[in-house]
């Protein structure tokens, strides 16, 4: 593939990512979906949760992702047995 045309691809992944990142924040009303089932402060600032890791082919849909402040999407990390019990892992 030409340089421009991995270009154009890139580009057009990065504007269908933000779409469905849009769609994620608007579905879970722009509020983080983890706080509710810890007792730990949201941080500012909102991200997108897998639920199934991309690395291990979870797709970038609303159905895989859910809204978690950046706090809250490292504390899923740190705690995977927990983040498992409460289904936020697949
Ligand atoms: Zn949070």
């Known amino acids: 593939m030409k340089r421009s045309r991995v270009r154009r691809k890139l580009r057009e992944n990065v504007e269908e990512h933000h779409h469905i990142r849009e769609a994620v924040f608007e579905r879970d009303d722009w509020t983080c979906q983890i706080a509710r089932l810890t007792d730990t ?5 909102l991200s997108v949760h897998h639920l199934k890791k991309a690395s291990q082919g979870g ?10 402040c950046i706090y809250h999407n490292d504390y899923i990390e740190d705690h995977p047995a927990w983040a498992k019990a409460n289904g936020l892992v697949r």
Request: proline share 7%; net charge negative; charged share 20%.
């Open 41 to 45: 402060p949201c941080a500012f600032g």
């Open 59 to 68: 797709k970038y849909e609303e159905s895989n992702l859910t809204t978690a």
